[in-house]
T-cell receptor, first 118, second 111 residues
């Protein structure tokens, strides 16, 4: 299979603090990882694309200084929500793809992290 | 026109019936098409993908692709209550592996 883990699965923090979320591919090397955000009853919204060893590519409207992404290795990417505010409360989901398989490449999703900012 | 469109539902079918989920996309350059299932409060899980015109079967699931009509569908045979979830259609274009998702169709299978 292709297993992706996320940690933590949920986090509650105070407004103004920073939160780090880890995404790991457990049984494969992920050339590319993606970070999504999903609000209740809405679809997935891509925040950024992360390639190992290079800067993340952010989608339009996503503040790169607020959502820091580090793809340190082929199995680990982290998302740090800096100075979190209640409006950042959401379900954050990462996905990973092996790469090198062209149009048959698929994204495998982690279980998600539910962030609540008080 | 939205890039990937799905009927939001809810689609309600009785247990044992065939559930048919539909998706249209606007970009003719789209190359791969994916169906994900998402249970409430959980992350999406891949059901199957298709990239050639025609049908692709995997167990109780059949994906159908018609590139001329820019249409992809998912059939679920012998629907079970455990199939009740939101089904997301996603489209990939190009080599950057990015997916564009539809808003999903909520399926309810009634016992």
């Amino acid at each position: 299979g292709a297993v992706v883990s996320q940690h933590p699965s949920w986090v509650i923090c105070k407004s103004g603090t920073s939160v780090k979320i880890e995404c790991r591919s457990l049984d494969f090397q992920a050339t590319t990882m993606f970070w999504y955000r999903q609000f209740p009853k809405q679809s997935l919204m891509l925040m950024a694309t992360s390639n190992e060893g290079s800067k993340a590519t952010y989608e339009q409207g996503v503040e790169k200084d607020k959502f820091l992404i580090n793809h340190a290795s082929l199995t680990l990417s982290t998302l740090t929500v800096t100075s979190a505010h209640p409006e950042d409360s959401s379900f954050y989901i990462c996905s990973a793809t092996r790469g090198g398989r062209g149009i048959t490449d698929t994204q495998y999703f982690g279980p998600g992290t539910r962030l609540t900012v008080l | 026109q939205k890039e990937v469109e799905q009927n939001s539902g809810p689609l309600s079918v009785p247990e044992g019936a065939i559930a048919s989920l539909n998706c249209t996309y606007s970009d003719r350059g789209s190359q791969s098409f994916f169906w994900y299932r998402q249970y409430s409060g959980k992350s999406p899980e891949l059901i199957m993908f298709i990239y050639s015109n025609g049908d692709k079967e995997d167990g109780r699931f059949t994906a159908q692709l018609n590139k001329a009509s820019q249409y992809v569908s998912l059939l679920i045979r012998d629907s079970q209550p455990s199939d009740s979830a939101t089904y997301l259609c996603a489209v990939m274009k190009g080599s950057n592996y990015k997916l564009t998702f539809g808003k999903g169709t909520l399926l309810t299978v009634n016992p």
